[in-house]
């Protein structure tokens, strides 16, 4: 096992900047799951760190070892890609030994580390099958499995989960988050999908643009985004936001008249000052739906999802310009068209500045 040290990575392809200058220390058994829209540069640096793309500049470090310029098969690096990559005409078994035999190992120690993977994945009765004989959650146990065996310092896992359906990413998410517990070794997963990041992750990076927006634990990052584009890609539904100008400022909290003209209140630490232009962000979660004169912000029903647990309710403010979503508890009943009126609690405003950078 070995912690990362990444410094100053930067890679183009042709005039098209991809990564532009990432730094990042990853500890010793840590999960870190990188994030971000499609084309924001976590795959090219996956990729990067592996050794199977070449940075323009910057250095990749993995136990303290400089291995910018070591080719892949060395730095003691697994992957496992999106693409399961077995043998077709291999069993379960070979496919997961074939690393080792090219190697030169023994007969007796590849039966061994194939046996002790199989049992941490649970799928010593598969051993004798062949790739086509698998489920999808039962061939990517294998790719994992033909990782393990390997006993890399770092796994790196590039959307591993995306061809497989619904029921089975949720159940293969606790697999290998018993797995990172079991092994205790360094992890490094890429995703776009932000509950596999949140549900995974002990670390999250947030990346756009090919730079780091924002490191930090998940809920860290859910309750405290450091701008408004983190604030926007973590959480389902994303957050909700609204345009506003201060009017008053009292201590810590202040009112902020909103572009359709109502007024609420919310606090910050920062100092702000009377006419500054803000954007309030809240979570679906946080928002209170009454009736019509009973909140702050008047508002008119546009649609209901019923999740069955809760509710989801579309809202359009009086500005025309802005969508709201609010969860609220399944048993209340909106129609489409009512009027009705949204409260929230002044602390749970996020504020972000004009340049939109949160204002904590």
Not at 35 to 52: E, Y
Not at 90 to 98: A, E, I, S
Not at 137 to 157: D, H, N, Y
Not at 333 to 351: I, L, S, T
Request: aromatic share 6%; hydrophobic share 45%.
């Amino acid at each position: 096992m070995a912690g990362l040290e990444i410094r100053g990575i930067r890679k183009g392809f042709g005039q098209q900047r991809i990564l532009r200058g990432i730094d990042l220390d990853i500890a010793d058994g840590e999960f870190v799951v990188f994030v971000g829209p499609s084309g924001c540069g976590k795959s090219t640096l996956l990729r990067t760190i592996c050794g199977l793309e070449t940075s323009d500049e910057g250095a990749v470090l993995i136990g303290g070892r400089d291995m910018t310029n070591v080719p892949p098969a060395q730095r003691g690096i697994a992957m496992v890609f999106q693409s399961y990559a077995l043998y077709p005409h291999m069993t379960v078994y070979d496919n997961m030994g074939f690393a080792l035999r090219l190697a030169g190992l023994a007969p007796d120690k590849i039966r061994e580390k194939v046996m002790r993977a199989a049992a941490v994945l649970r799928i010593e009765a598969l051993l004798q099958r062949k790739p086509k004989e698998l489920s999808g959650g039962q061939r990517q146990r294998v790719a994992i499995g033909r990782a393990i065996v390997r006993q890399p310092e770092v796994f790196l896992f590039d959307e591993p989960l995306s061809n497989l359906d619904a029921a089975l990413r949720v159940q293969m998410r606790i697999e290998l988050k018993n797995l990172h517990r079991a092994l205790g070794s360094t992890m490094i997963y890429v995703t776009h999908d932000q509950v596999e990041a949140m549900t995974l992750a002990d670390r999250i990076v947030v990346l756009r643009g090919g730079v780091v927006e924002q490191v930090g634990a998940p809920l860290a990052l859910y309750q405290r985004p450091a701008n408004l584009f983190v604030a926007g890609f973590l959480g389902s539904p994303a957050m909700n936001f609204i345009g506003g100008r201060i009017e008053a400022v009292n201590g810590p909290e202040m009112m902020v008249r909103l572009a359709g003209g109502a007024v609420v209140a919310a606090t910050t630490r920062a100092g702000l000052s009377t006419g500054a232009g803000v954007t309030l962000g809240v979570r679906a979660e946080h928002m209170t739906l009454a009736v019509s004169g009973g909140g702050d912000i008047p508002v008119t029903i546009q649609a209901a999802e019923l999740l069955g647990d809760a509710s989801y309710i579309y809202l359009t403010p009086d500005d025309g310009a802005t969508q709201f979503i609010a969860r609220v508890d399944a048993e209340a009943h909106w129609e489409r068209g009512q009027m009705a009126a949204v409260r929230v609690a002044p602390d749970r405003w996020h504020v972000f500045d004009s340049d939109g950078i949160a204002l904590l």
